[in-house]
């Protein structure tokens, strides 16, 4: 596959916090970082945590929320990418071993968080992406199925195997897996543990896109960004508000969705971008839209 190069900006980690951090040479655990050049408009998070092996812990946790509510209000974000930073793993799941020095209460409220934060990762406002490229087990393939695109390696391994730990799905996987893949295969996933590849979550519609896995290891990583970039040039606004006529229409019976979509289409009439992209069409050149 062909990489379209890009400019890079650094990596941009979280203010640093009073607590322990298990991320690469002690550092943050999530990390931020905003193309440049003709990627600008794709931030990527970056998951680092890795003799944790990304799991999501009470550090990784916090970090992770406190960087969604800083990105959702910026404008400039067009697609967020999730990746990790950790070969062989996208996220292990819930850190078990944390979990056990939680008391009944502790793990009440903790797993409370967690679910607040796919919810948090299901309603950000741009498109958002997960690029799996190892591991998504349990929390972790939750983490994706709160994405709206997931691009999976075909040998990544992933699954919601709660029940062969005692525990159940518990940060939406009951909610969004027969979402994403109806009732009755829900059902059979969760009830066995089963693990998939990535060939096979895509033969089911679980991932968008399964590829061959490179020797870098990051071969979903860059399908994702290529994906990303196909984005990147339609009208930020009206994907934003297509993102939300699905979500919401999704939830309600048709008549009420379809009543939700002509809310979201009068939204978008109003903007620079609509004009733009009749302009653009009546003088047979390519639109640029600015999101206004």
């Known amino acids: 596959m062909l990489r379209v190069l890009c400019l890079l900006r650094p990596w941009r980690p979280l203010r640093a916090r009073c607590c322990a951090s298990d991320g690469a040479a002690g550092g943050s655990e999530i990390q931020v970082r905003a193309l440049a050049g003709p990627d600008q408009g794709i931030t990527e998070i970056l998951m680092n945590r890795p003799r944790a092996r990304n799991a999501l812990g009470n550090v990784f946790v916090s970090e992770l929320l406190e960087t969604l509510a800083q990105l959702r209000e910026d404008r400039q974000v067009r697609v ?18 944390e979990r056990e020095q939680m008391s009944e209460a502790e793990v009440g409220v903790f797993v409370q968080r967690l679910r607040g934060l796919m919810n948090d990762i299901a309603a950000f406002p741009a498109p958002t992406i997960a690029a799996m490229d190892g591991f998504a087990l349990g929390g972790g393939l939750e983490l994706a199925l709160a994405c709206d695109l997931r691009v999976a390696a ?39 543990g089963r693990r998939l590849s990535g060939t096979e979550a895509h033969a089911l519609g679980l991932v968008n896109h399964a590829v061959a ?16 970039q196909e984005i990147l040039p339609q009208a930020p606004i009206a994907v934003r508000l297509g993102k939300v006529a699905i979500d919401r229409g999704m939830e309600v019976d048709i008549a009420s969705g379809m009543a939700i979509e002509g809310m979201c289409y009068a939204q978008n009439i109003p903007t620079r971008d609509r004009l733009e992209g009749m302009a653009a069409f009546r003088e047979k050149r390519p639109p640029t839209f600015v999101g206004e």
Do not use: W
Not at 156 to 163: D, K, Q, S
Not at 167 to 173: D, H, I, K, T, V
Not at 213 to 222: K, L, M, P, T, V
């Open 154 to 192: 075909s040998s990544a391994i992933m699954g919601l195997i709660e029940t062969t730990r005692g525990l159940l799905p518990g940060a939406g996987g009951t909610q969004r897996l027969p979402r994403c893949l109806g009732v009755a295969l829900a059902k059979e996933l969760i009830f066995t």
């Open 213 to 228: 896995q490179n020797e870098e290891g990051d071969a979903a990583y860059h399908r994702a960004r290529a994906l990303a």
């Open 80 to 97: 967020l990418l999730f990746r990790s930073g950790v070969k062989g793993v996208f996220c292990a799941g819930a850190d078990l071993k």
